[in-house]
């Protein structure tokens, strides 16, 4: 079985290896909370909707292999907003404690 792999900065990469950790992205966008953006405004950049998600599964035109891209994307999108979350509820915990 062969795997897609890609390119990045010179190195060879796996479909898997695309993304980052949830963790890491999480933190990016938590950066930007921080720095001023709206929580809400960040977690709609992050979220993929479950109508919409089900409009992609839906279409007829992408097979079984991108399907389930398509759906390993949504759970890491998930998990990502998760993570994210749990930060700014621990932000805000941390300033009514000051």
Do not use: C
């Amino acid at each position: 079985m062969s795997m897609r792999t890609t390119r990045r900065n010179g190195h060879r990469m796996t479909a898997e290896q695309e993304f980052y950790s949830p963790q890491r992205e999480a933190a990016m966008f938590y950066g930007l909370f921080l720095r001023g953006h709206s929580a809400d405004s960040i977690r709609q950049e992050i979220d993929i909707s479950p109508s919409l998600f089900r409009k992609w599964m839906r279409a007829r035109e992408w097979d079984q292999k991108f399907r389930d891209d398509l759906q390993k994307m949504y759970q890491y999108r998930k998990q990502v907003l998760a993570i994210f979350d749990s930060l700014v509820t621990s932000e805000k915990a941390m300033t009514s404690w000051q």
